[in-house]
């Protein structure tokens, strides 16, 4: 059996002609160009069962008809095989042969000309054909509903449009390409984009975990790949927990836990974020589950965190299950905030059990960016973590990742009057400690 031939041929049988390469506005028509591709003859009757048995020798192209008619015999009816499978009889193996040999159907292999379009071709064919050679073609995005969000590189840019109209054409259902044009590093994380196809309109609706949200894409922050982080954390919830989400954006930590009868306090700075969360709440009948706060995150740690964990420690019972999450998702800076939690509370310190459980999110771009995130969780919260688990979230860029580190909240830093083993203040203590670190390095 001839075997199949390698992916670079295939590209130069199909590639659009060189015409194209440059091209900056999209001209559809300019890709047309006609081949020739070999068929075998079948009558009209038999097409279906010859269909099924050489599906796998069949020519597979988007939108393109592998059926075509026989202008000189009305009973028969040609179909359309893969060039790089079969270029004769020999393509075909033993049991191919039995099969013709059942239904009276002729092995021989002629050659068609067959039209090849724009539609029949694929995104990085017709992108890759455009771009000057040599360089790199994105064809990947991040879909948000109808929105596919895009991060496109600088030589990619003068073909931005053209990028745009080819991913929203090989896309059904999508109806806006967006690229991104800087870095999120704004107070509310949202990020500068334009639209390079279809439509204006980002207002948006996706379901992740089986919970719907709706935002405008362009003024708040969502990331579809964080859909696993949200589903991973609700799970170590259970009914009657506490959370308190300091950066909650549109709802997708707060609403599932509130979805698991959790009691929760979420908030978030920016006023758009904010709006959409409690339109969310709404969406998913959780209005009356969720406090809505739209304070800075410290504000938020310092005020009402304080408030509500005050509360709960002074009703605290060792019959009491239920356990206090804080869920600190901000990861360019979650962790300078940790310090906010420093003698937050003005009491005394009872029993490990109410101390609350902090998820805090950074990045990492350390070789070893376990012990990276640690370091700096325990430099914000001016101690020592005796115990901690970090779990990597995703890689963000080449040498960049996003981790989540979760501990107990130390006495030592939530109780202002708590004492260490040498009875003395554990803040004051650990920042001995580090001074004497320092002048041992310096020796």
Same mark, same amino acid.
């Given at each position: ?21 440059? @091209? ?26 010859? =269909? ?32 790089? +499978? ?106 500068? =984009? ?7 309109? @980002? ?65 978030? +700075? ?62 360019? @800076? ?68 996003? @981790? ?40």
């Amino acid at each position: 059996m001839e075997q199949p031939q390698d992916d670079c041929e295939e590209v130069g049988l199909f590639s659009p002609p060189p015409k194209v390469q440059g @091209m900056t506005t999209l001209d559809r028509d300019a890709f047309t160009k006609t081949i020739q591709a070999p068929v075998i003859k079948v009558k009209k009757e038999l097409i279906h069962i010859v =269909m099924k048995n050489l599906k796998h020798r069949i020519l597979k192209r988007p939108k393109l008809k592998t059926i075509i008619e026989d202008p000189s015999d009305e009973d028969h009816k040609k179909i359309v095989l893969d060039p790089f +499978l079969v270029t004769s009889e020999d393509a075909f193996d033993e049991r191919d042969h039995e099969f013709f040999k059942k239904f009276q159907i002729s092995p021989q292999i002629c050659q068609a000309d067959l039209q090849v379009t724009y539609d029949n071709l694929k995104t990085d064919e017709i992108l890759k054909a455009i771009l000057p050679k040599g360089q790199d073609v994105t064809t990947g995005f991040t879909r948000v509903g109808h929105i596919a969000h895009m991060n496109l590189r600088d030589h990619q840019l003068p073909y931005k449009n053209l990028i745009g109209q080819v991913i929203l054409d090989k896309n059904p259902g999508l109806t806006s390409v967006v690229n991104k044009t800087n870095i999120i590093d704004s107070t509310y994380r949202n990020f500068q =984009m334009e639209v390079l196809a279809g439509e204006e309109n @980002m207002i948006t609706k996706v379901k992740e975990n089986g919970i719907a949200y709706e935002f405008d894409f362009s003024k708040v922050y969502w990331n579809s790949r964080l859909g696993t982080e949200h589903d991973r954390i609700t799970g170590l919830l259970k009914s009657g927990d506490v959370v308190f989400d300091v950066f909650a954006g549109v709802g997708p930590f707060a609403i599932p836990a509130a979805k698991r009868k959790c009691i929760v306090y979420a908030n978030d +700075l920016n006023p758009e974020s904010y709006k959409w969360l409690l339109h969310n709440c709404k969406l998913n009948k959780v209005d009356k589950k969720v406090q809505p706060f739209n304070v800075d995150g410290r504000e938020f740690i310092r005020t009402v965190i304080k408030k509500e964990l005050s509360g709960y420690i002074k009703s605290f019972t060792t019959e009491r299950e239920n356990h206090l999450h804080i869920v600190m998702n901000l990861p360019a @800076m979650a962790v300078e905030f940790l310090d906010a939690f420093r003698h937050l509370l003005d009491m005394e310190y009872c029993s490990e059990d109410i101390l609350p459980t902090v998820h805090c999110y950074g990045f990492s771009k350390d070789d070893n960016p376990e012990k990276d995130i640690r370091k700096q969780a325990e430099q914000y919260l001016g101690t020592v973590l005796d115990s901690c688990s970090v779990h990597l979230v995703r890689n963000v860029a080449p040498n960049k990742e996003m @981790m989540c580190i979760s501990f107990k909240l130390p006495a030592k830093v939530l109780f202002a009057n708590q004492l260490d083993c040498a009875g003395e203040p554990a803040l004051k203590r650990f920042r001995k400690d580090e001074e004497s670190t320092e002048k041992e390095s310096t020796r």
